[in-house]
Structure formats: structure tokens, C-alpha cells
């Protein structure tokens, strides 16, 4: 609870110091309960550390600006050490009895292994996931009362978790953006 009071103590800061820099009334805001604001969902620190003027106005506006707010995300990931070109995640092939859940899902989405000892510990990869340079993570997503699934993190899919920590989110957000790169590709 303490840390809890203490981030949110900090977050009411930025958002008053962010409200006071632009001369914004900080009662005419308007954002979600725990304080995320704006197209990308920020909260004020992420907002004053990462937001940039992307379509280049002068002003930063994450409310109604689509290029700023996707820019500001994009700086959000490169922070993060997203690196371009690199997959978020490969499938995995777990054979039961022979792969040593428990080691591979104690760092939880952390990459953690070289592909060598990922595979090592029992879990298959196919293609190019064998040629993978990073570390990798183990990634469990439990389908309710469907057996889980379950895909190799990269450091990618890892940058995509520090903007919102839940893997679920990181899978859809990866699983959305394929289907908007498939439609803009279906176009002529």
C-alpha cells in the first residue's frame, strides 16, 4: 500500500507540474480513474519523460493529436530498448514430460535464455527462431478453462509489457497491429 501511495503521491505531482507548464486547468482534464491520460493512455510521468510533438506544431497533444500520440508511444518503446526488425515473439513447442516448466517460467516474462538454453530445458523452436540472438522468455497465457498457450518472448514483447504489464495486453496489442499491417498490405 505504501508503494502504491507513494507512485500515485509522485503521479499527482507530474500531472499538477504538466497541467502548470501548459496553463491547463487540471480540473478540465479528463483521463481514467488511476490517472492515464490522452490517446495513448499515459500516466503524467510517462507523459513528461516521453511524450514528443511528432507532427511538429510547437505543442505536445496527446489528446487530440494522432501523430503525437503515436510518435510519443514509439519514444515510449525506444526507451524501452524496442528494436526495430526484431520479431515480439516466436511459437513454441512444449512437450510434456520433457520440458522443464518450472525453470523456463521462473523469470516470467523477463528474457531470460539464450535460445540454446531454451531449448535445452526441453521447449522446441522451428526457423527462425533458432537464429535469435537475445534472450528469451517463456511466455503463459492461461485461456480459462482451455489449456494455455504459450509463445517465446523476445526482448520486443518484453518493451511492450513496460507500457502496459500484463502479457495478454502485449499479445492483443501485437495481434492488432498484424491485422492492420495485413489490411494496409491488401490494399492497392
Known amino acids: ?11 499527482l505531482e507530474q500531472f499538477l507540474l504538466l ?5 491547463t486547468d487540471p480540473l478540465a482534464i479528463r483521463g481514467s480513474y488511476a490517472g492515464a491520460m490522452g490517446l495513448p ?26 501523430s503525437d500520440a503515436i ?15 526484431m520479431p515480439t515473439h516466436y511459437p513454441v513447442t512444449l512437450v510434456p514430460g520433457q520440458t522443464d516448466m518450472d525453470a523456463l517460467l521462473a523469470p516470467d ?6 535460445v540454446h538454453s531454451f531449448t535445452a530445458k526441453g521447449a522446441v523452436l522451428h526457423g527462425e527462431a533458432l537464429q535469435h540472438t537475445g534472450p528469451l522468455a517463456l511466455i503463459e497465457l492461461r485461456n480459462g478453462n482451455e489449456s494455455p498457450s504459450y509463445v517465446a518472448g523476445t526482448e520486443n514483447f518484453y518493451a511492450i509489457t513496460r507500457y502496459n504489464w500484463s502479457s495478454y495486453y502485449a499479445m492483443a496489442v501485437i495481434e492488432l497491429a498484424d491485422a492492420v499491417a495485413r489490411e494496409v498490405q491488401s490494399r492497392p
Do not use: C
Not at 1 to 11: D, K, L, P
Not at 41 to 66: K, N, T
Open 1 to 11: 500500500a505504501a508503494e502504491r501511495q507513494a507512485f500515485f503521491r509522485s503521479e
Open 19 to 23: 497541467t502548470s507548464r501548459s496553463a
Open 41 to 66: 493512455q499515459f500516466m503524467p510521468s510517462s507523459w513528461a519523460r516521453h511524450a514528443v510533438d511528432f507532427d511538429g506544431d510547437g505543442r505536445i497533444d496527446l489528446f487530440g493529436s494522432p
Open 71 to 85: 510518435g510519443s508511444v514509439a519514444n515510449y518503446f525506444k526507451a524501452f530498448q524496442w528494436r526495430s526488425g
Open 109 to 114: 516474462i523477463l528474457p531470460t535464455f539464450s
